[in-house]
T-cell receptor, first 110, second 114 residues
Framework: QQPVQSPQAVILREGEDAVINCSSS?????VHWYRQKHGEAPVFLMI?????EQKGHEKISASFNEKKQQSSLYLTASQLSYSGTYFC???????????FGQGTELSVKP | SAVISQKPSRDICQRGTSLTIQCQVD?????MFWYRQQPGQSLTLIAT?????????ESGFVIDKFPISRPNLTFSTLTVSNMSPEDSSIYLC???????????FGPGTRLTVL
């Protein structure tokens, strides 16, 4: 079943923060986050494995609450380059296959 | 991270014909997958490409329409058979790295069926 992402779209000014949520109705083994720019392939950001781990990459970090079957992606001090559509991909422990959320379109304005 | 290439990058095909898309990874990976993405939409998993055996298809996708091969650990093909305009989409392959379970995507093949 497809995970639900919120919000569907968000507009930010440079330097502002944003949170994107991903919620599943099924038990999760891992959550993968990607950013896709128009006309390009999705780019891997990070993976969170079962265990409530929080990971970070520069000003982008994420958390995973396996009990709630939820993950959140945190973007701090946003830059113009952060613009794009963010997808979460959830894995239920079935050999690595990912089911993707509907995406969150993020626009960062100067 | 693995580097994935796909050929062709785009094609325009006639209704009723077939197109084979190739996916090559520059290093050994565990799993390979094929996805479809309509413009402005999310990614939909078509199938898992299994090395040396039949692919595992998701609900709504069948082998006769989307035959898949994976003859070795780093190469896979997806064929879109007997195409109709509804098959117009972007087709992406992905691969899971051996080390960290990360999945990377190829650049995609943009298919237009007339």
């Amino acid at each position: 079943q497809q995970p639900v992402q919120s919000p569907q779209a968000v507009i930010l000014r440079e330097g502002e923060d944003a949170v994107i949520n991903c919620s599943s109705s099924k038990a999760l083994y891992s959550v993968h986050w990607y950013r896709q720019k128009h006309g390009e392939a999705p780019v891997f950001l990070m993976i969170l494995l079962k265990g409530g781990e929080q990971k970070g990459h520069e000003k982008i970090s994420a958390s995973f609450n396996e009990k709630k079957q939820q993950s959140s992606l945190y973007l701090t001090a946003s830059q113009l380059s952060y613009s794009g559509t963010y997808f979460c991909g959830t894995e239920g422990g079935q050999g690595g296959k990912l089911i993707f959320g509907q995406g969150t379109e993020l626009s960062v304005k100067p | 991270s693995a580097v994935i290439s796909q050929k062709p990058s785009r094609d325009i095909c006639q209704r009723g014909t077939s197109l084979t898309i190739q996916c090559q990874v520059d290093s050994q990976v565990t799993m390979m997958f094929w996805y479809r993405q309509q413009p402005g939409q999310s990614l939909t998993l078509i199938a898992t490409a299994n090395q040396g055996s039949e692919a595992t298809y998701e609900s709504g996708f069948v082998i006769d329409k989307f035959p898949i091969s994976r003859p070795n650990l780093t190469f896979s093909t997806l064929t879109v058979s007997n195409m109709s305009p509804e098959d117009s989409s972007i087709y992406l392959c992905s691969a899971e790295s051996i080390s960290y379970n990360e999945q990377f995507f190829g650049p995609g093949t943009r298919l237009t069926v007339l």
